[in-house]
């Protein structure tokens, strides 16, 4: 018993080490809903890492989040906020300029 006991503390603590781990519920779902933008799926774009910035009253999340194309290229870059359990807003949508050639 005495060694189980620390064993299943150091097993509870690393599982809640990895659980914190990864994107937020939040960032996790506004990359889904910006997924779905049809100016991105047109494109063939995916979106890459949401930025959180600071939060503002009411639960608003700033953000800014990366378009990446098929080959995980930085191609554009999404401005826009995330109301907690609500819903997103998009502000601004930026696309960089593409090399051309081939």
Request: charged share 25%; hydrophobic share 45%.
């Given at each position: 018993?005495?060694?189980?006991?620390?064993?299943?503390?150091?097993?509870?603590?690393?599982?809640?080490?990895?659980?914190?781990?990864?994107?937020?519920?939040?960032?996790?779902l506004?990359?889904?809903?910006?997924?779905?933008?049809?100016?991105?799926?047109?494109?063939?774009?995916?979106?890459?890492?949401?930025?959180?910035?600071?939060?503002?009253?009411?639960?608003?999340?700033?953000?800014?989040?990366e378009?990446?194309?098929?080959?995980?290229?930085?191609?554009?870059?999404?401005?826009?906020?995330?109301?907690?359990?609500?819903?997103?807003r998009?502000?601004?949508?930026?696309?960089?300029?593409?090399?051309?050639?081939?």
């Amino acid at each position: 018993m005495r060694t189980i006991l620390p064993l299943l503390a150091i097993m509870l603590a690393a599982g809640a080490l990895l659980a914190a781990c990864g994107p937020s519920k939040e960032a996790r779902l506004t990359a889904e809903n910006l997924g779905q933008l049809n100016v991105i799926a047109e494109r063939g774009a995916q979106i890459g890492t949401v930025a959180f910035m600071e939060q503002r009253r009411g639960g608003v999340l700033p953000f800014e989040a990366e378009i990446l194309d098929a080959n995980k290229r930085l191609i554009g870059r999404i401005r826009g906020a995330r109301v907690e359990g609500f819903g997103t807003r998009i502000h601004r949508i930026e696309w960089f300029p593409q090399e051309s050639g081939g």
